[in-house]
């Protein structure tokens, strides 16, 4: 699959494009420290069944993206007081820029509009897709994501914890037991977790692409964003809200929160689903993603 530099931004985007060119297009963004490949290839598959052109891609700073080498973060602790007191850090780089940066793939790719999917920060960029490029939007869907409210509830901290964890060692099997234990902590309470086949998925990833300093990067691009709700209430693009009621690391309350901003939103919420997309639930994902879409 191919690389494109952006005209937007000017970054090199790695994505992978399945489905017939003519159909209309879902566009799949992932979350923090998340890999294109954390988007099931049986969700990816299902949606190409249903008759749609699929595109995920590796936002920047990650998989086979371009890398900010050399871009310094703000220390954690640091930038929360910043922006907290009204003088927020300088960060490498937005989430808005990348919103621009699958705006600037779309461009590449010489597609006009689509429908865009984004799971946790994922769901972040693609709200600020509908925020600054509501035209290029068929529909928006915000999965396990929030608006930024600092006054809802907080990740559990075991989940927590696990995501932002520093790595212990580059050993291959090290690497792999960082990316059980956050799985293990952020997954879905309410459907079995089974051992052998995340310690492939993870496998995979990890001699995929591994790339540590993205990681506080992105986040220091969610903290700066701070709030989008009053930002959120002038998108007019058909929009749905899908939110697990047991997700440890974005609470229930946040995906309430986002239906809430966001005018005319529909929320669909899923017993037992936490920050991941298990088996049992793709197809279900895939349905409601479908029906949106064709409901627009």
């Not at 929360?80 to 003088?87: A, E, P, Q, T």
């Amino acid at each position: 699959m191919p690389t494109i530099t952006t005209s937007n931004t000017g970054i090199e985007i790695f994505y992978e494009d399945h489905g017939d060119p003519s159909n209309e297009v879902i566009l799949l963004v992932m979350g923090l420290g998340a890999q294109l490949t954390l988007w099931p290839d049986e969700l990816v598959e299902a949606l190409v069944s249903e008759g749609y052109r699929v595109i995920r891609y590796d936002n920047r700073d990650i998989g086979l993206s371009q890398k900010m080498e050399g871009a310094r973060a703000p220390g954690l602790a640091m930038q929360v007081l910043r922006k907290k007191i009204g003088f927020p850090a300088r960060v490498p780089y937005t989430l808005a820029d990348m919103a621009h940066d699958g705006i600037g793939l779309l461009d590449a790719l010489e597609i006009k509009a689509a429908h865009v999917v984004g799971a946790s920060m994922g769901g972040m960029i693609a709200q600020l897709m509908a925020v600054h490029h509501g035209p290029r939007l068929l529909s928006l869907t915000s999965i396990m994501s929030t608006t930024g409210n600092g006054k809802l509830p907080q990740a559990e901290k075991h989940a927590m914890d696990a995501l932002i964890a520093p790595l212990k060692s580059m050993d291959e099997e090290a690497l792999v037991a960082h990316g059980l234990n956050v799985a293990r902590n952020i997954g879905s309470p309410g459907f079995p977790f089974d051992p052998h086949q995340q310690r492939e998925k993870v496998l995979r990833n990890v001699r995929r692409s591994v790339y540590p300093p993205g990681l506080p990067r992105q986040l220091a691009a969610i903290i700066d964003d701070g709030c989008r709700r009053s930002r959120l209430a002038d998108v007019r693009v058909p929009s749905l809200v899908l939110h697990g009621e047991d997700d440890p690391l974005v609470k229930l309350e946040a995906g309430e929160d986002t239906a809430r901003a966001i005018p005319g939103a529909r929320l669909v919420t899923i017993p037992g689903w936490g920050h991941d997309i298990p088996p049992e639930l793709i197809g279900q994902v895939a349905g409601e993603i479908v029906t949106h879409a064709r409901g627009r």
